[in-house]
């Protein structure tokens, strides 16, 4: 059987692959963009992409700060003495004070989701921002949980560091990761009353998929060696006092291991790339319930790669990216757009304003997707869970919005009144007298848009449309367009 | 012409129909053929009708349990709200403050005044107060508790109870439109890992927007957007699950636009709640295929001078829940729904220094339907009897659920809730005509 791996040959990086690329290793692009991938050819585009060669462009993190703590000794001494003393008037000065560090605090956590999207928007790394995205999901960590939003902004840097280095280094910083210590009661986790928590998703969704080659007994074995790692203010703290030292079997090893030791054993066990680059593969390649037949194979050459590389990302990527498997016919258009993915790549590709950052983020956790706050340590399930009757009239009408302006919750207008230029996209389609031929019109947007040609009795319509408003192609009516391809069920797909 | 416009016509709506019960048969053969307990005549039974429904109505931010169900047998109650405590049923009113309603003289507990629905149908047979309700080691953290009461655990982690119950009643196959809450956002107690639930604001927004923007612009999205199935796309693929959902998509706007495009009949007041509950009413008379809804209202977060302030909820609450299963009487459909009114938690006995209540514990539940062993249920919390400054709890909130589960939506409790919980005497199987 030919390897599916085997490099695509470089004469088949045409247009549309470039195009395929861009999707699916970042957010999309202009047509320019795709043009210039083209132009630097598989192996060059590839490196350019994996290697972030871009500029990290976007709004910096510097205004965010911490404001959740602990209370002060003094603070929880006057408590004290008021509760004593039956001093309601100071216990509820304390409590409004604590309510509202609270506050500030969620606000906060809303403008660090607007600033991630923003970030995603416009960065030229685009690889980093997806894969800190994928992270993100993998290691999943809810804000509603921990409510420290400076602990969430610390993971994220921490994620976004990692993106594309070392697999296990990033397992071996989230269990030092506050949020995460918190996120997972291992801050409770102590020598006396252990706490299996951080230990059972470590195995289950971390690295070797639940119920992969381990049992109960190692979960519990392996929260004793996770003892005593907890965190102070915003730093890692190893509680000597806490650690439990004494011997453990895990995986069939003894030893009095160390919460570090621990995910050293779990990385040893060959089914841990196999779960990772499954992982991996369903993110950047192909979400369908039945994969493609020499899926299996690629996953498997894969993971053989990727544990023979000592769990380095970039190469298998790389490797990824420039296959045929990737670039063939059956993982084209295979994946669900997840909201993100559907929200930034509508605005970098079609071009269209950014509209407002806040209506963004909402419309993301209409369709199911907030960021800093995944639905459960399983993170987002992704592929066809994005979609169901009421998300899918949310993705159509955002749209609506980024093109037109009209909003997806009301029915007022962006009083910003940006202004979209189409003319990147009709561009070279006019004639010498600057005319569009509107056939030629519909199968360029839509190819464009929706990341490859449609059957093609889905654009009958949109050419009885064009033809009903008298056949030219002005900007509102590749606006409208827009409208009606960005509500094709196929737009839902990358 | 008007030949080849029928005969596309035609098309389309066979197309839509086939479309649609695609994805909900599986769950409905399963359910009338097998039965959700594996009991084969489940669903035949007499007196059990079909196609039960669960309506959840959500109180946000700590109901104030002692001023809704009030204990003005007890001097202790008045000794820890002087300022706030409702005087006992039959004394004058005071400063514009009306005296609580009798609910059970022999306990010494009265409604809040403004709960007149609730006593219209408590006096009806209709509305059970469940008294104490509350879970062990209670989190005061309103996030945390809701989520506790959303996942039916004390971890508060995983999807939600109402979500598993679906996932354990319909082996793999999502209903489109089983779970449906009003509302910006779909709440974690729907959120299965088979079954999500949707979730609109207003049916007007469960629609494309795009389609305002100029006369032309519907007909070729329908066109696109209800191609469904027969659109090429083949069997299984990405396209064809997509294709197929939108086309539901489509019908089931049409369905609940239309549903609630009709008058009621009954009038509703006009308050959020009212509203969201006059959706539910319609789809319900409409026959939707949801199982379970889903409304909610806020601002029950009492912390100072309360008096007022719920005051206005407790109107808001009771009247809107009496126009609801009016409404439900009339179209017939009374025996099919059971609804359930929850909080997250109560609030303190003592009132603070700002006449108002903080976060507390235990509280009542309310259920309201005819199928309905009415009356109270359990005991009131001791007021002297304290942890910390608050009300032990005498009923597990999974107890209830068990209940509403077993008897209720005959669904096997112990494992969607992944525990044993007592079993209060909460439903009869009334036979009702």
Redesign the interface.
């Known amino acids: 059987m030919a390897n599916p791996l085997q490099p695509l040959a470089k004469k088949d990086f045409d247009y549309a692959a470039a195009q395929h690329l861009l999707n699916r290793a970042g957010f999309g692009g202009t047509p320019a963009q795709v043009r210039a991938l083209v132009e630097l050819g598989l192996d060059d585009a590839v490196d350019y992409i994996v290697d972030f060669k871009g500029e990290a462009a976007g709004p910096t993190a510097a205004e965010f700060r911490g404001i959740m703590r602990g209370e002060t000794p003094e603070e929880r001494e006057t408590l004290r003495r008021a509760r004593a003393a039956g001093d309601?008037?100071t216990?509820?000065r304390l409590?409004g004070e604590r309510q509202a560090r609270e506050k500030s605090d969620r606000e906060q956590l809303a403008e660090m989701q607007k600033w991630w999207l923003a970030k995603m928007i416009s960065t030229g790394r685009p690889l980093e921002e997806k894969l800190t995205l994928f992270w993100h999901g993998h290691f999943a960590t809810g804000y509603?949980?921990i409510?420290n939003s400076y602990h969430m902004l610390a993971q994220n840097a921490f994620l976004r560091a990692n993106a594309a280095g070392n697999f296990a280094d990033l397992v071996r910083g989230i269990i030092r990761d506050p949020a995460m210590l918190k996120y997972l009661d291992n801050d409770e986790n102590r020598r006396r009353s252990p706490n299996e928590n951080l230990a059972r998703e470590l195995m289950e969704l971390f690295t070797l998929g639940e119920g992969n080659d381990y049992t109960e007994r190692d979960i519990k074995e392996g929260a004793r060696a996770l003892t005593g790692m907890t965190f102070r203010g915003d730093d890692f703290f190893f509680n000597q006092q806490e650690h439990d030292p004494t011997p453990k079997t895990i995986l069939g090893r003894t030893g009095g291991f160390s919460g570090d030791e621990f995910v050293s054993i779990i990385l040893e066990h060959p089914v841990c790339s196999r779960f990772i680059v499954s992982k991996l593969y369903k993110f950047f390649v192909n979400d369908?319930?039945?994969p493609p037949k020499d899926a299996g194979d690629a996953v498997t050459r894969l993971a053989k790669d990727f544990r023979a590389k000592r769990y380095e990302i970039r190469p298998i990527l790389k490797t990824l990216f420039r296959s045929q498997h990737f670039y063939a016919k059956d993982n084209r258009?295979?994946?669900?757009k997840s909201p993100t993915q559907l929200m930034v790549q509508t605005i970098r590709s079609l071009g269209t304003p950014v509209r407002e950052m806040s209506a963004l983020a909402q419309a993301g956790?209409?369709m199911?997707q907030q960021l800093f706050q995944p639905?459960?340590?399983k993170g987002w399930?992704g592929g066809?869970?994005w979609?169901?009757?009421?998300?899918?009239?949310v993705r159509?009408?955002v749209v609506?919005y980024l093109v037109?302006g009209?909003r997806?919750?009301a029915?007022d207008w962006d009083p910003s009144e940006l202004s979209y230029d189409v003319s990147p996209l009709v561009a070279h389609l006019r004639d010498s007298g600057g005319g569009v031929d509107p056939h030629e019109a519909v199968r360029a947007l839509a190819a464009f848009a929706l990341g490859g040609e449609p059957?093609p009795?889905?654009l009958d319509?949109?050419d009885?449309?064009l033809g009903?408003?008298g056949g030219t192609v002005t900007d509102d009516r590749v606006k409208?367009m827009l409208?009606?391809i960005g509500?094709?069920?196929?737009y839902?797909?990358c | 012409m008007p030949d080849n416009a029928f005969t596309r016509r035609l098309f389309l709506e066979r197309s839509l129909t086939l479309a649609s019960l695609a994805a909900t048969v599986p769950c409905f053969i399963e359910r009338s053929a097998l039965g959700m307990l594996g009991n084969p005549l489940l669903s035949s039974q007499p007196g059990v009708p079909d196609q039960r429904i669960l309506v959840i109505v959500q109180l946000g931010g700590g109901n104030d349990g002692l001023n809704t169900v009030v204990p003005y047998g007890s001097p202790d109650y008045y000794n820890a709200r002087p300022q706030i405590g409702l005087r006992a049923p039959g004394a004058a009113a005071q400063n514009g403050q009306q005296a609580a309603l009798d609910l059970a003289n022999a306990q010494g507990i009265g409604l809040h005044p403004n709960l007149t629905g609730f006593k219209e149908l408590y006096d009806g047979g209709l509305l059970t107060v469940v008294q104490g309700v509350g879970y062990p080691n209670p989190n005061r953290s309103h996030f945390t508790s809701m989520d506790i009461w959303q996942t039916g655990r004390l971890d508060a982690k995983g999807s939600g109870w109402i979500g598993r119950y679906f996932d354990n009643t319909c082996n793999g196959t999502p209903i489109p439109e089983g779970a449906v809450a009003i509302g910006r956002n779909a709440p974690l107690a729907m959120q299965g890992d088979i079954q999500k639930p949707i979730a609109f604001e207003s049916p007007s927004l469960f629609r494309w927007l795009g389609e305002d923007l100029h006369r032309t612009m519907k007909d070729p999205y329908d066109a696109i957007n209800r191609a469904g199935a027969v659109g090429g796309a083949a069997a299984g693929t990405q396209r064809e699950f997509l294709m197929r959902t939108a086309l539901d998509a489509q019908v089931a706007s049409d369905k609940i636009r239309a549903a609630v495009a009709k008058q009621p009949l009954v009038q509703y007041p006009q308050s959020g709640l009212a509203n969201q509950l006059k959706t539910v009413g319609a789809m319900i008379r409409a026959e939707l295929p949801t199982r379970v809804y889903y409304a909610s209202m806020g601002g029950f977060d009492t912390h100072g001078g309360q008096l007022g302030t719920h005051a206005n909820l407790m109107r808001q609450l009771g009247d809107a829940v009496l126009a609801f299963q009016n409404d439900l009487k009339a179209q017939g459909n009374e025996g099919r729904v059971l609804t359930m009114v929850f909080s997250e938690f109560g609030r303190r006995v003592k009132q603070n220094a700002s006449n108002g209540t903080d976060h507390g514990t235990a509280a009542p539940m309310f259920l309201v339907g005819p199928s309905l062993k009415a009356g109270v249920c359990g005991n009131h919390p001791s007021l002297t009897d304290l942890d910390q400054g608050d009300l032990k709890y005498g009923i597990d909130f999974r107890s209830v659920y068990t209940s509403i589960l077993e008897d209720w939506m005959k669904a096997p409790a112990e494992a969607i809730l992944r525990g044993k919980f007592a079993k209060p005497e909460l439903i009869v199987a009334k036979a009702k005509a």
């Open positions: 309601e008037e216990i509820a409590q509603r949980t409510e369908a319930p039945v258009l295979s994946v669900v956790d209409l199911g639905p459960s340590v399930d066809r869970a979609i169901n009757t009421a998300t899918l009239f159509q009408n609506v037109t009209r997806p919750a029915f059957a009795e889905r319509e949109l009885r449309f009903s408003l409208a409208c009606l509500a094709m069920p196929e839902q797909l």
